[in-house]
C-alpha cells in the first residue's frame, strides 16, 4: 500500500492541500470530493440492493431462471476490473478512478433504459422500482461528472484521458435469445439490475479506497 | 431356455438385494442444506451446510463450487478450517465481485445427493468479527461528566487500506436493566455518552457492520462503574430551587411583616383609651371618689405634684325629651350621653369626660355644693337662658336671675353644652386664667398650639355685676371663676364653635377686655399678646396673666398660693357659698403625670 502510494509520480498523490492548476487556485480539497463521491456511491449500491430486494420479494419462481444467466454476460465485463483485494490494492489512484469513471460511463444507457422498463414493468412493486431507477439514473450522471472533475484536478494535462472505446457497449434492451415477452422483460430487468449492483459495488468500494488514500495523513478516517 | 432362467435369477437377486436394503433401514444420504457462506474481511469466505439424513451409512460431504463466467467445478480447498461441514476458501480461491455456484454433495454406498445451488457474490457476505479493545472510561471535559467509549476495529478487517469501511453501534444499559440503549457511531472508533446515572455500573458493548454486509456478533461486555458526580443540570435546577425558595421565603417574611399590623388593626382596631394624663384610673378603682379628689387636691390646695385635673364638660340639653343625668363614673351612661347627643360638632364626649364630670358632680354634692346654680345647671334646663352667639365665637353667658350658673354653653340644634371648670397646667398647654375683678363677663380659651389641649377660661361674674368694680374682693364680691378645658385625648371635638378669645388689654377698671381669637388672627397678629398662664393673682382680684415660656410657668405658678393669699376667688354669690377664704390655685407646670388641676376645687366654698 506504502509502497503504491509512495512509487506513484509525485501529481499523483492526492494532496490535502488545495490544487492550482494553471492561474488559479481550486478552493476544494480532493480529499472532501472523493467523500462526497463515496457518499453518492454509496447511495447508488445501497440503492440497487433495495430495488433488487423489490424484485425478488416478488419474483422467487423466476430467480432461478435469472440466476442460470451468469452476470458474466453483463456488457461491464469486459472492463477488466479487479477480483480481489490484491488486484485493487495493485491499481493506482489513476487507475481506479478510471475505472470507476469507465463503470460510470458504460451505466449510462442501460439505466436509462431501466427507467424506462420500469414504468411497463409487469410487477407489484414497479413504482417504487421506478423511482430508485430514475435516482439510480440521475446519481450515477452527477457521479461520473465528478469523477471526472477529480481526475481533471489530479491530471490536468488530461494525461489520464481514456478512450471513449474502452467504454462497454450495451447491446440494448433483451437479447435474442430472451425473447420479447413480458417475462423475458423481467428476467432482463432483473439481470441488467444486478449487473448494476455489482458494478456499483465495485465503484462504492474503489471510491472508498481513493478516499482513504486521500486522507492518508489522517490514519483515524478509515 | 438358459437366458430365460439367467434373468429370473437376476431378478431373484435383485430382489434379495432390496429386500437386504430395506430391511436393514439403509438408504441413500438426504438431501444437505447450504446454510450460509461469510466473510469477515471480503478477502476470504467460508460456506456452512446442514447435512441431510445419512441413510444409515457412512455419508461423505462434498463441497462444489463454479465461480461466475467458468463452467469448471472445484471442490472445496479447505473443509479443516471452518469447522465440521463447512469449507473454507482462502484468498487464493476467493475472487470479489464473482458469483460462485456453490453445492454441496452428500454420498454414501446406496447413492448421493445434491443441495439446492446458493450463489455467493463474496462482496454481498461480508460480516466482520466483532470490534476489540473495547474500553469505557468516565471522564470530565469542561465540566460536563461523560462516558467516554473506545474500541478498535476487528484484527482481520483491512480498514486502513480503505478495503472495508466498518460502521459501529454500541449500547449501553445498567447492570440492572433490561433494555439496551443503542448509539450509532458511524465510522468513529470512540463515542461519548454523557447523562449517565451516577453510581451505576453499565455494561457497554460494540458491534460493527461494512458498508454493505451484514452487523458483526456484539462485543465483549465491558463494564464501567459510573462514579457519584453531581450532575450539572441537577446542580442547576436545585441552584434554581434553593434560589426561588430564598425568595419566596423573603417575599413571604416581608408581606407577612407589612401586612400583620393592616391585619392587627383591621381585625383589632385599637380601642379608645381614655387618656387623662394624672388621673389614675387605679386610683379610682381602688378608692373612692373623695380620696381621689384628696389625692388630686387635697384640702383645697393642688399638689404640686399633680399638675393635672381634667373636668369635662357638661352637656346640657334644653329639650325636654332628654335629661342630662348625672354621669356616675359608668360608661354605659356616658355612652347614652354621646348617643343621645346627636350633635355633630360634637362627636365624642370622652370617657374622661364622664369621669371627670362623676368627679365634678361627686364634688359637688358630696361637698353640698347646693347652690342653685350647681344643681339648675343640670337639671333645669328650661330655665336656662342661652346666650345666643356667633359662630367662631364662644361666649359666656351668665343669668343670676334665674339661679342658674351658666357656665358655658354651646348650642348646637337646640342643646347646650355647658362647660365645666377646668384648669390646666400642662406646660404645652398655653393656660389662661381669666380673673375678672368687675361685673364682667370675660372669656379666654386659650387654645394650645399643638392642640393637644385648650383650656376655656371662664370668669363669671354671677352678681357683682352692680357693685363696684374696684375692689370685688373688699366689697365682699366673689368672682366665680370656671375653666374649662377639653383634652384632645378625650376626642372632644370643639370644632367651629370652640374658638377663643384672646385678651386684647386690660383696661384700667380692671375690664378684660376679650375678642375672639381665630389661628389666623394669632398667626398673624403676632403684636397681639397672649395670656396664658396666671402668673399670680394680686390683692385686688387681678389675675396676672403671663405667656407661657415652659418651666418658668412653674415656678410662676408655684407662686400663686402665696400672692393669693389675701384674696381669692370666692364664690360670692349670695345664692353660692360666700367666703372669705383663700382659694388658691396653685398650678404645677409639671408635664406629668398630670397637666390639669382640679377646678372643682373652685367649686367649692372655702371656709
Known amino acids: 500500500m506504502t509502497m503504491l502510494v509512495t512509487s506513484m509520480p509525485p501529481h499523483w498523490v492526492i494532496s490535502p492541500q ?48 435469472v440466476m442460470m444467466r451468469p452476470l458474466s454476460l453483463c456488457h461491464t465485463s469486459s472492463l477488466n476490473t479487479p477480483e480481489d483485494k490484491e488486484q485493487v490494492l495493485q491499481l493506482s489512484q489513476e487507475d481506479l478512478l478510471t475505472m470507476v469513471a469507465l463503470l460510470l460511463k458504460s451505466w449510462g444507457t442501460p439505466l436509462l433504459y431501466l427507467v424506462k422498463e420500469a414504468q411497463e414493468l409487469p410487477h407489484p412493486a414497479n413504482d417504487a422500482l421506478l423511482w430508485k431507477m430514475a435516482e439510480l439514473s440521475q446519481q450515477t450522471e452527477n457521479l461520473a461528472r465528478g469523477i471526472d472533475k477529480i481526475l481533471n484536478k489530479l491530471d490536468p ?66 | 431356455m438358459k437366458e430365460v ?83 473454507y476458501f482462502n484468498k487464493s480461491y476467493t475472487s470479489v465481485w464473482n458469483t460462485y455456484t456453490i453445492t454441496v454433495i452428500a454420498t454414501n454406498n446406496l447413492g448421493s445427493n445434491i443441495s439446492e445451488p446458493l450463489y455467493v457474490d463474496v462482496a454481498y ?67 461519548n455518552i454523557y447523562s449517565l446515572i451516577p453510581g451505576e455500573v453499565y455494561l457497554v458493548e460494540v458491534h460493527c457492520k461494512p458498508d454493505h454486509g451484514y452487523w458483526s456478533e456484539w462485543s465483549h461486555t465491558t463494564y464501567v462503574q459510573i462514579p457519584h458526580y453531581m450532575r450539572v443540570r441537577d446542580t442547576s435546577i436545585w441552584m434554581m430551587i434553593g434560589i426561588l425558595s430564598g425568595f419566596i421565603c423573603l417575599l413571604l417574611i416581608w408581606t407577612i411583616a407589612v ?21 389614675d384610673i387605679q386610683q379610682l378603682k381602688n378608692k373612692n371618689s373623695e380620696d381621689l379628689i384628696l389625692a388630686l387636691g387635697g384640702h383645697g390646695f393642688f399638689p404640686t405634684n399633680s399638675t393635672e385635673l381634667l373636668i369635662e364638660f357638661l352637656e346640657v340639653d334644653d329639650s325636654n325629651e332628654w335629661k342630662i343625668m348625672p354621669c356616675m363614673g359608668d360608661y354605659n351612661c356616658q355612652e347614652e350621653q354621646r348617643n343621645a347627643f346627636k350633635s355633630q360638632n360634637d362627636k365624642d364626649s370622652g370617657r374622661g369626660s364622664c369621669d371627670s364630670n362623676t368627679l365634678l358632680l361627686g364634688k359637688c354634692s358630696e361637698n353640698k355644693f347646693h347652690h342653685n346654680g350647681c344643681e339648675n345647671t343640670v337639671k333645669d334646663h328650661g330655665k336656662q337662658e342661652i346666650n345666643p352667639r356667633a359662630e367662631g365665637t364662644q361666649t359666656l353667658s351668665f343669668n343670676n336671675t334665674e339661679d342658674v350658673t351658666l357656665l358655658d354653653t354651646d348650642t348646637i340644634k337646640g342643646k347646650t353644652n355647658t362647660w365645666p371648670l377646668v384648669y390646666s397646667a400642662v406646660n404645652k398647654a398655653q393656660t389662661s386664667q381669666l380673673l375678672s375683678s368687675d361685673n364682667k363677663l370675660l372669656e379666654t380659651p386659650v387654645k394650645n398650639l399643638n392642640s393637644e389641649s385648650y383650656l376655656i377660661t371662664h370668669m ?8 363696684g368694680s374696684g375692689d370685688p374682693a373688699s366689697s365682699g364680691t366673689a368672682d366665680q371663676c ?47 399678646q397672649e395670656y396664658t398662664k396666671v402668673s399670680a393673682v394680686v390683692n385686688d382680684n387681678v389675675l396676672v396673666l403671663m405667656k407661657d415660656k415652659g418651666a418658668q410657668c412653674n415656678h410662676d405658678h408655684r407662686e400663686l398660693p402665696n400672692l393669693s393669699d389675701s384674696h381669692s376667688l370666692q364664690w360670692q354669690d349670695g345664692k353660692l357659698v360666700t367666703g372669705s377664704s383663700v382659694l388658691a390655685v396653685q398650678v404645677s407646670t409639671n408635664l406629668a403625670p398630670s397637666g390639669y388641676v382640679d377646678t372643682s376645687a373652685f367649686l367649692q366654698p372655702m371656709h
Open chain 1, 157 to 222: 494535462t488530461g494525461f489520464h484521458s481514456f478512450s471513449t472505446d474502452l467504454i462497454s457497449p450495451w447491446s440494448g434492451g433483451p437479447g435474442l435469445e430472451m425473447g420479447s415477452d413480458k417475462k423475458s422483460h423481467l428476467l432482463n430487468f432483473h439481470f441488467l439490475l444486478s449487473c448494476f449492483r455489482r458494478d456499483s459495488n465495485k465503484i462504492d468500494s474503489f471510491v472508498k479506497l481513493l478516499r482513504c488514500r486521500a486522507t492518508k495523513m489522517n490514519p483515524e478516517s478509515c
Open chain 2, 460 to 467: 363669671v361674674d354671677q352678681t357683682e355685676k352692680q357693685k
Open chain 2, 125 to 191: 457476505i461480508v460480516q466482520p468479527h466483532q470490534p476489540e479493545n473495547i474500553t469505557a472510561e468516565f471522564t470530565t471535559l469542561d465540566q460536563k461528566p461523560y462516558l467516554m467509549v473506545k474500541w478498535d476495529p476487528p484484527k482481520k478487517a483491512d480498514t486502513k487500506s480503505g478495503w472495508m469501511t466498518l460502521q459501529y453501534e454500541l449500547r449501553i444499559k445498567p447492570e440492572k436493566g433490561l433494555i439496551w440503549e443503542n448509539h450509532f457511531a458511524g465510522n468513529q472508533k470512540q463515542f
Open chain 2, 259 to 279: 401586612k400583620c399590623n393592616r391585619m392587627k388593626k383591621y381585625l383589632l382596631p385599637p380601642v379608645p383609651v381614655p387618656k387623662i394624663k394624672g388621673f
Open chain 1, 18 to 65: 488545495p490544487l492550482c492548476g494553471a492561474g488559479s487556485c481550486q478552493p476544494i480539497l480532493v480529499t472532501d470530493l472523493l467523500d462526497r463521491a463515496a457518499k453518492v456511491s454509496h447511495r447508488l449500491h445501497a440503492l440497487s440492493t433495495a430495488a433488487s430486494n423489490d424484485l425478488n420479494n416478488h419474483f422467487a419462481p423466476a430467480l432461478k431462471l
Open chain 2, 482 to 528: 370656671y375653666w374649662v378645658s377639653t383634652d384632645e385625648a378625650t376626642h372632644l371635638t370643639s370644632s367651629k364653635p370652640m374658638e377663643y378669645v384672646e385678651v386684647e388689654k386690660v383696661n384700667q377698671q380692671n375690664i378684660l377686655i376679650v375678642k375672639p381669637k381665630s389661628e389666623h388672627s394669632s398667626s398673624i397678629d403676632s403684636s397681639r
Open chain 2, 5 to 87: 432362467f439367467s434373468i429370473k435369477l437376476f431378478l431373484c437377486k435383485l430382489l434379495i438385494l432390496l429386500h437386504i436394503l430395506m430391511s436393514s433401514g439403509q438408504t441413500p444420504p438426504g438431501r444437505p442444506v447450504i446454510t450460509e457462506c461469510r466473510s469477515p474481511e471480503k478477502e476470504t469466505f467460508t460456506c456452512w451446510w446442514v447435512p441431510g439424513s445419512s441413510g444409515g451409512l457412512t455419508t461423505k460431504y462434498s463441497l462444489h463450487y463454479k465461480i461466475d463466467g467458468s463452467q469448471e467445478n472445484y471442490e472445496c480447498p479447505d473443509y479443516k478450517t471452518g469447522g465440521q461441514n463447512s469449507c
